[in-house]
Nanobody
Framework: QVQLVESGGDLVQPGGSLRLSCAAS????????VNWYRQAPGRQREWVAG???????SYADSVKGRFTISRDNAKNTVLLQMNSLKAEDTAVYSC?????????WGQGTQVTVSS
């Protein structure tokens, strides 16, 4: 069993930055890939970014060049640095991982981009 807890969501103006954190309850987290997803009201959940256990990263086209995913295995944490935020980035952001044949999700953190 792994518990994931996201934090760092906030209200920010367009053009601003936020850093989201996904903290895991177990060090086994370091052996798995991690993804960030987001879901805006009335829309389907959307994949945002992913990082492998070895540190390889990938991004959705909508965030490429603005968001950076990274991991700190010593702290069992995956970060999502979000820069140049736009109103369309407003959503609940959640992280997930796949371990032992099961998907694990956090509860999500709200990001609101508005002036």
């Amino acid at each position: 069993q792994v518990q994931l807890v996201e934090s760092g969501g906030d209200l920010v103006q367009p053009g601003g930055s936020l850093r989201l954190s996904c903290a895991a309850s177990s060090s086994i987290f370091s052996t798995s890939g991690v993804n960030w997803y987001r879901q805006a009201p009335g829309r389907q959940r959307e994949w945002v970014a992913g990082i492998s256990s070895g540190g390889s990263t990938s991004y959705a086209d909508s965030v490429k060049g603005r968001f950076t995913i990274s991991r700190d295995n010593a702290k069992n944490t995956v970060l999502l640095q979000m820069n140049s935020l736009k109103a369309e980035d407003t959503a609940v952001y959640s992280c997930n991982t796949y371990l032992g044949g099961k998907f694990y999700w956090g509860q999500g953190t709200q990001v609101t981009v508005s002036s």
